[in-house]
């Protein structure tokens, strides 16, 4: 590709996005795209290791997506062409790519995904070492640069390495629990056309489980639903199929399999601060006291009360992989949890996992013999929360400060947006990343009743 092609029809600035490169196949991104993006990832990371392109060894993952063999294709020669070295590890789940990266010391990987959204859609994810993400601020900015510079002709000499990474993957993940210790449970699994069946079903295959599988085999058509279990028409199936068959538990993924999500018994949906919260308590079960865990602003109470009451200290990080993955580091933690279903692992690399939450709930389930309703109910019935609700404002800063004016008699922090704490009830509010939309999560300590009494007076300055 010569520096004479039109960097704007090449690579959109809309692709750019705060923890990875994405947009439309066609109309934002194409294998042009990917060739380009490939050749600048190089550069950018021959920079951050200090040391020469002919030096780096890369892996490369891609996801079912119909789009995503010639977009690897392209990310791949784009890699080679500038001299690097590619273990190429074909169709895998997301974080089986931080795993490749991270168990053999790569210099840093790329993904081609686009994670949950819908099937137009295509994209990447970059790692450095250690499977630490590049973000806007760090590393997919200078890719953007590179490729708006005219990235010229390429000097070559790179090459091709195709490695196989499931045996090695599923062994590393299987020693997070003791397969002995889980019981024969009735379990749902939904794997939306998506990564997670090849990834997580000869897992769950080797434990005592009777499995209903619904939507494992990957499908980059999504015919069934979009692999996204954060929206409730999404989850519709699974909640009507656990409640059909009596199963005790219902596990849906999202398209690339690095989140997962659950259903109880009854067919609730269970929210991610309240599994975070469980999976805390199983993280300290093996860890000294003191041990740090992470959760981040948007967060139920039950979190930090949890993790204290484990042993553990509870610490907060900004929402987003890039700065969870970051703060794991910093702090040490063992294990940290987003509200959004990002589950992060100090021995994996301190990445984010669908897999491994999956295998700690059926062990912690058959430790403590309640069902997931009934472990759910000890935090339904004293955290009340109302769950992440959006607007659309154009002026956010002046509304976050008609909060900050409103609410200043509260213990204001603000890591991420705005957090207003009192003793009873607390929330937060925070820009999107990526549209113009202010996410409110709010939650009582009282009641229900309360909580949506306060959050309506919230949303009332929101949306006056």
């Not at 250690?130 to 806007?136: I, R």
């Not at 090459?159 to 045996?167: K, M, N």
């Not at 409640?243 to 398209?255: F, N, P, Q, S, V």
């Not at 018994?265 to 006291?289: E, H, K, V």
């Amino acid at each position: 590709m010569s520096g004479g092609a039109n960097p704007g029809v090449l690579a959109p600035p809309g692709i750019f996005k705060a923890y990875d490169i994405r947009g439309l196949y066609g109309e934002e991104m194409d294998a042009t795209t990917a060739n380009a993006i490939g050749r600048a990832f190089v550069r950018v990371l021959a920079r951050l290791r200090e040391k020469p392109a002919a030096e780096l060894r890369i892996g490369l993952g891609r996801d079912m997506r119909l789009t995503a063999p010639e977009m690897a294709a392209e990310l791949r020669d784009g890699m080679i062409f500038e001299g690097a070295t590619v273990l190429d590890a074909g169709m895998v789940a997301t974080e089986m790519l931080y795993h490749l990266v991270g168990s053999r010391d790569l210099d840093g990987g790329a993904m081609v995904t686009a994670s949950h959204n819908p099937k137009a859609y295509t994209g990447v994810k970059l790692v450095r070492e250690g499977a630490l993400p590049l973000s806007g601020d760090a590393g997919i900015g200078d890719v953007k640069a590179e490729i708006e510079a005219g990235l010229g002709s390429a000097p070559g000499g790179g090459s091709l390495e195709e490695v196989d990474v499931w045996g090695d993957y599923r062994a590393h993940v299987l020693s997070f629990i003791d397969p002995s210790a889980v019981r024969p449970m009735k379990v749902v699994v939904d794997g939306g056309n998506g990564m997670a069946g090849p990834m997580v079903g000869p897992i769950l295959e080797k434990l005592p489980l009777e499995l209903e599988e619904m939507y494992f085999e990957p499908n980059g058509e999504f015919p069934d639903h979009e692999p996204n279990p954060l929206l409730e028409e999404n989850r519709r199936l699974i909640i009507e199929r656990v409640r059909e068959t009596g199963a005790d538990l219902g596990i849906a993924w999202d398209g690339d399999a690095d989140r997962c999500f659950f259903i109880d018994a009854t067919g609730t949906f269970c929210d991610g601060d309240f599994i975070c919260a469980l999976l805390a308590r199983s993280t300290l079960r093996r860890n000294p006291p003191g041990t740090t865990i992470l959760y981040d602003p948007r967060s139920s109470r039950a979190v930090p009360d949890t993790i204290v009451a484990g042993g553990g200290r509870p610490d907060l990080s900004r929402v987003g992989h890039a700065f969870f993955k970051a703060r794991m580091r910093e702090e040490h933690a063992a294990f940290g949890g987003e509200v959004s279903g990002h589950y992060y692992f100090r021995d994996f690399w301190n990445a984010d996992s669908g897999t491994i939450p999956a295998l700690l709930m059926l062990e912690l389930l058959s430790h403590d013999g309640r069902t997931v309703a009934e472990l759910m109910e000890e935090f339904r019935s004293r955290y009340f929360i109302s769950g992440e609700i959006n607007s659309e404002v154009d002026d956010q800063e002046a509304t976050l400060e008609l909060i900050r004016r409103r609410y200043s008699d509260g213990r204001i922090s603000e890591l991420d947006g705005v957090s207003v704490d009192y003793d009873e009830w607390h929330f937060n509010v925070r820009p999107s990343n990526t549209e113009p939309l202010l996410r409110l999560n709010l939650e009582s300590l009282i009641s229900r009743q309360h909580m949506e009494e306060k959050r309506d007076e919230v949303l009332g300055l929101i949306r006056p």
